[in-house]
């Protein structure tokens, strides 16, 4: 089992911080966004010492729940300031995008920090796409399409032009190219669409927060498309991305889990909320439909001491079958940065060393 | 548009040149514009109609195919070029754009080498003039060939049924004439053709590799490759605006397509 950190760019906000997405811009202070910049390279160092395999950085937008809109810009940071760990970029948002500019700049990247990237391409959840004005039912065959086209702007050896449904270029001719083979590239999500693109194209796939047999779910239908195309992924082909409270004990852990904070950071107003769920009706896992995730507060897979999470590692290792785990100790936004150093440190000394074989 | 009323505005002719009696399908006013067809012989898609909105669409059933008579004469790709170059000169055209798709563009490339003022430039839909080594004709179910042709055969009507008599003489002149994998001969002619060529692969095409594009850039000196996405090897068929929208733009200003025309002010 491999084991990745998130990295959120921890902004610690004052007490008085307006609640609702989007926050003002007038609420941001300078200097505690550097603080959180500077804080992301310790942090990472940090992990690193103690022997994790992986870091991801997201895309997301206006509040300082994540203070990262670009992932690349936060994985090149990091690729220079911390000399050895896997950086993921779990990822940036597809449709919202032009797909060369991500196909380049991962190419850059891939370039900068040869065998340390990591590529996730994602659809992103249904809030996201109020940040660049995308119509939400237009986000599935967006996300397709440029997938589609980033892989084919590393692969093709000659200038081409694409003739897609939402994107267009008579030219496109990327300088840099990946390293060969290039970084390895996830696609992110539990949609039937995305398990038969990860198939389709030999890409591993990532998946978050929902519980294990869902997930399971997900996981399965992606190793039978990948049996349809003629082969089988291994455990590193799959992430699991979730959130875990992890105490000395498993007494402490649960008492972490009942004072957690159970309303989600900077949610849109309710109406808003629901037309977005009206707006993104195509959500599903592995074909089966879901309602769109719209900011909600996301749920903890993993809740106890070392042994009971080496044990849930065990279970969910058996039921996902993924290879490489992308864990917050703490939730995004969430202040106590210290205690979530203490999680990371108990983490590394008394879960990880047990993992390694699972 | 339902299938019944693609290229209801196409009228048939007939033009008698080498030998042969050739059918045409026709529509449209401006600069001819000549289709060439694939193995499977001339439908007309909706393809077809796009660009006859602004050319003088003429699509020619090659003989032997569909319709047309036996064709027992015809040994090579070069001697059918050298049969539709007859044809055209015989509507009376000295110069025109070719459209070939698969088998055709293969077709098309020969007249070119042949006659290079005849062409002023060439579009080459899902192209076989190039295939992958020890390459096999689909065979199969119509259901499998389907899928091998279209990236959504589910959208796709089914097609009609063939005389099985017309279909294995098809296919015996198909087979004759459709030369090697690899055609060193065509191959050194393309990398002497300085006509503009467009060069159109699907990205699902399933009978021509689309990654076989590269090969035409590296050999023919002023060469445009444009995948057309969610496309198999029907493209004029399964993306028929997208077709049309980079065939007209490239026939209009050749290597000059490439800048952008499209407005993306919104709110002047």
């Not at chain 1, 089992?1 to 202070?29: H, N, Q």
């Not at chain 2, 192209?127 to 992958?132: E, G, S």
Request: with cysteine; proline share 9%.
């Amino acid at each position: 089992m491999k084991i990745s950190y998130f990295e959120t760019g921890r902004y610690v906000p004052p007490p008085d911080l307006p609640r609702e997405w989007p926050v003002p811009p007038a609420a941001y202070d300078p200097a505690t966004g550097a603080e959180a910049f500077r804080g992301m390279v310790e942090r990472v160092q940090f992990v690193e010492k103690l022997g994790f395999d992986w870091i991801s950085v997201s895309e997301h937008h206006y509040s300082p729940r994540i203070l990262t809109p670009s992932p690349v810009v936060s994985a090149a940071w990091l690729a220079a300031r911390v000399p050895n760990i896997k950086i993921a970029l779990l990822g940036p948002i597809v449709p919202t995008a032009n797909p060369i500019r991500i196909a380049e700049e991962l190419a850059m990247l891939d370039t900068l920090s040869p065998g340390r990237i990591v590529v996730g391409l994602l659809r992103g959840t249904t809030n996201e796409y109020l940040s660049y004005d995308l119509n939400p039912s237009e986000a599935r065959e967006r996300t397709d399409e440029g997938m589609e086209l980033i892989l084919k702007a590393w692969a093709e050896p000659q200038p081409f032009g694409w003739q897609g449904r939402y994107f267009q270029y008579r030219t496109v001719s990327i300088w840099p190219r990946p390293q060969q083979p290039p970084a390895p590239t996830y696609v992110l999500g539990t949609s039937a669409e995305a398990g038969a693109f990860a198939a389709r194209h030999h890409c591993g796939l990532g998946v978050s927060y929902g519980n294990f047999a869902s997930m399971g779910q997900a996981t399965t239908y992606y190793r039978q498309q990948c049996a349809q195309y003629g082969w089988a992924p291994g455990p590193d082909d799959i992430i699991y991305r979730a959130n875990m409270i992890l105490g000395e004990t498993d007494d402490a852990a649960e008492h972490a889990l009942q004072r957690r904070d159970e309303q989600a950071p900077f949610p849109v107003r309710a109406g808003l909320r629901d037309a977005l769920l009206q707006a993104d009706t195509t959500r599903n896992i592995a074909g089966e439909k879901r309602p769109a995730n719209v900011g909600g507060v996301l749920p903890i897979s993993f809740c106890g001491g070392p042994d009971r999470v080496v044990e849930q590692i065990r279970r969910c290792r058996d039921t996902i079958g993924a290879g490489v785990l992308d864990l917050s100790l703490q939730d995004p936004g969430a202040g106590d940065t210290d205690a979530m150093m203490d999680a990371l440190d108990l983490f590394g000394r008394k879960v990880l060393p047990r993992i390694r074989d699972i | 548009m339902a299938p019944n009323e693609i290229a209801a505005s196409f009228t048939e002719g007939f033009v008698e040149a080498d030998g042969f009696r050739i059918r045409t399908m026709q529509a449209g006013r401006g600069t001819p514009l000549i289709h060439l067809h694939g193995a499977s012989g001339l439908s007309l898609t909706r393809g077809h109609d796009l660009l006859s909105q602004h050319h003088r669409v003429i699509a020619f059933e090659m003989p032997g195919f569909g319709r047309s008579p036996e064709n027992t004469r015809t040994q090579t790709t070069a001697e059918m070029a050298t049969t539709m170059r007859a044809a055209i000169r015989a509507l009376g055209i000295e110069s025109c754009n070719v459209l070939g798709t698969s088998f055709g563009a293969r077709v098309a490339l020969w007249m070119a080498a042949q006659q290079p003022e005849l062409v002023s430039a060439l579009v080459l839909e899902a192209p076989a003039a190039i295939r992958p080594q020890g390459h096999k004709l689909p065979s199969g179910s119509p259901e499998q060939i389907a899928r091998l042709r279209y990236a959504h055969p589910e959208r796709q009507p089914p097609r009609p049924a063939q005389d099985p008599v017309a279909q294995a003489q098809t296919r015996a002149l198909f087979m004759r004439v459709r030369g090697p994998d690899r055609d060193s001969d065509l191959e050194t002619a393309m990398r002497r053709l300085e006509v503009p060529t467009l060069v159109l692969f699907g990205t699902h095409d399933g009978l021509m590799p689309p990654g076989l594009g590269r090969l035409y850039k590296e050999k023919l000196p002023n060469c445009h490759l444009v995948f057309v996405y969610d496309a198999g090897h029907a493209i004029s068929t399964e993306r028929p605006e997208a077709f049309a929208e980079v065939t007209l733009d490239f026939l209009e200003r050749h290597e000059a397509f490439v800048i952008n025309r499209t407005a993306t002010l919104i709110h002047p």
